[in-house]
T-cell receptor
Framework: DADVTQTPRNRITKTGKRIMLECSQTKGHDRMYWYRQDPGLGLRLIYYSFDVKDINKGEISDGYSVSRQAQAKFSLSLESAIPNQTALYFC??????????????FGPGTRLTVL | AQKITQTQPGMFVQEKEAVTLDCTYDTSDQSYGLFWYKQPSSGEMIFLIYQGSYDEQNATEGRYSLNFQKARKSANLVISASQLGDSAMYFCAMRSFQGAQKLVFGQGTRLTINP
């Protein structure tokens, strides 16, 4: 079974709809992240959470919100989706158990299309 | 602020040849980590290799090695004996160990291995 899962894997929605993307992990990591990837660009950070009570904005948080329901679950919401939020969305986790590494492991991605 | 630059949008290599993917970075921090990820056409992000800024030895993981030149701020990925399955997008990323400790990605290099 995958360590980091994302649901749904694909979603097509209409402008103005509320959308929630969910991420679950079995790695036991404290840190979780949401990124988006657009064609020709690398990944850009939307939000990150270092533990259940610590949530921080990334570089492109406008139009998004998140909820860390538990150590293992981190959800991303688009309150009112717009077409330029069409992208591939990734959840990632990391474990700061050793100074220096904190390698992030990614889920399979959710492809979101906003019409 | 950190910045990653990957100057090769695309590369074509013959199977079994070695290939070097370039990555330069910009940071004023003294302590940081450098990462390489592979993204096959299926979309997932696969962690390949990590190099810490204070690591004296270049990192190696199987056929992957990281040519780390700290003074030049470069962290090139070397793939030895390339295989058809190495065809993918490759992303270089870095994370400072100070401040917000966010992972910053380059724009990626598309590697195609020809038979």
């Amino acid at each position: 079974d995958a360590d980091v899962t994302q649901t749904p894997r694909n979603r097509i929605t209409k402008t103005g709809k509320r959308i929630m993307l969910e991420c679950s992990q079995t790695k036991g990591h404290d840190r979780m992240y949401w990124y988006r990837q657009d064609p020709g660009l690398g990944l850009r950070l939307i939000y990150y959470s270092f533990d259940v009570k610590d949530i921080n904005k990334g570089e492109i948080s406008d139009g998004y919100s998140v909820s860390r329901q538990a150590q293992a679950k981190f959800s991303l919401s688009l309150e009112s989706a717009i077409p330029n939020q069409t992208a591939l969305y990734f959840c990632a986790t990391s474990d700061n158990d050793r100074v220096g590494t904190d390698t992030q492991y990614f889920g399979p991605g959710t492809r979101l299309t906003v019409l | 602020a950190q910045k990653i630059t990957q100057t090769q949008p695309g590369m074509f290599v013959q199977e079994k040849e070695a290939v070097t993917l370039d990555c330069t970075y910009d940071t004023s921090d003294q302590s940081y980590g450098l990462f390489w990820y592979k993204q096959p056409s299926s979309g997932e992000m696969i962690f390949l290799i990590y190099q810490g800024s204070y690591d004296e030895q270049n990192a190696t993981e199987g056929r992957y090695s990281l040519n780390f030149q700290k003074a030049r701020k470069s962290a090139n990925l070397v793939i030895s004996a390339s295989q058809l399955g190495d065809s993918a997008m490759y992303f270089c990323a870095m994370r400072s160990f100070q401040g917000a400790q966010k992972l910053v990605f380059g724009q990626g290099t598309r590697l195609t291995i020809n038979p």
